[in-house]
C-alpha cells in the first residue's frame, strides 16, 4: 500500500524560512511528486510540483521563495520554504501521481498525506 508521510512543519515567524518534508514507500518511488495547501475556510491549492526527472512548477504566489526537490535514494521530495509571510500559513499536503507527467490540479494525484501544519506568525 502506498503510503506519503509528512514532516517538518511548525511555527516561524515573518520573514523565516522552514523546510517540510514528505516520504513514501515502495511504490511512489517512479511517480511525479506534489505539494498542496489548505488554509483555514480556503480550498486546497497547488503550491508545486516535481517530475521524476526533477522538473518544477510553482504556483505563481511561491515562485522565487519556494523551492522543490527530491532525492530519489531516499524516496523523499523536500520543500524549503523561504520569505515566508502569514498568508502561508495553511496544513501543507504532499501527494503523489502513477503518472510521471507535472500536474496542478489535486485530482489528477492518486496519492496524499496526512498533512503538517505550518503556522506564520506576524
Known amino acids: 500500500q502506498v503510503q506519503l508521510a509528512e514532516s517538518g512543519g511548525g511555527l516561524v515567524q515573518a520573514g523565516g524560512s522552514l523546510k517540510v518534508t514528505c516520504t513514501g514507500t515502495?511504490?511512489?518511488?517512479?511517480?511525479?511528486r506534489g505539494w498542496f495547501r489548505q488554509a483555514p475556510g480556503k480550498e486546497r491549492e497547488f503550491v508545486a510540483a516535481?517530475?521524476?526527472?526533477?522538473?518544477?512548477l510553482y504556483a505563481d504566489s511561491v515562485k522565487g521563495r519556494f523551492t522543490i526537490s527530491r532525492d530519489n535514494t531516499k524516496n523523499t521530495v523536500y520543500l524549503q520554504m523561504n520569505s515566508l509571510n502569514p498568508e502561508d500559513t495553511a496544513v501543507y499536503y504532499c501527494?503523489?501521481?502513477?503518472?510521471?507527467?507535472?500536474?496542478?490540479?489535486?485530482?489528477?494525484?492518486?496519492?496524499w498525506g496526512q498533512g503538517t501544519q505550518v503556522t506564520v506568525s506576524s
Open positions: 501527494a503523489a501521481r502513477n503518472s510521471a507527467g507535472l500536474e496542478s490540479d489535486g485530482n489528477e494525484y492518486n496519492y
Open positions: 515502495r511504490g511512489t518511488f517512479f511517480t511525479a
Open positions: 516535481i517530475s521524476w526527472t526533477g522538473t518544477t
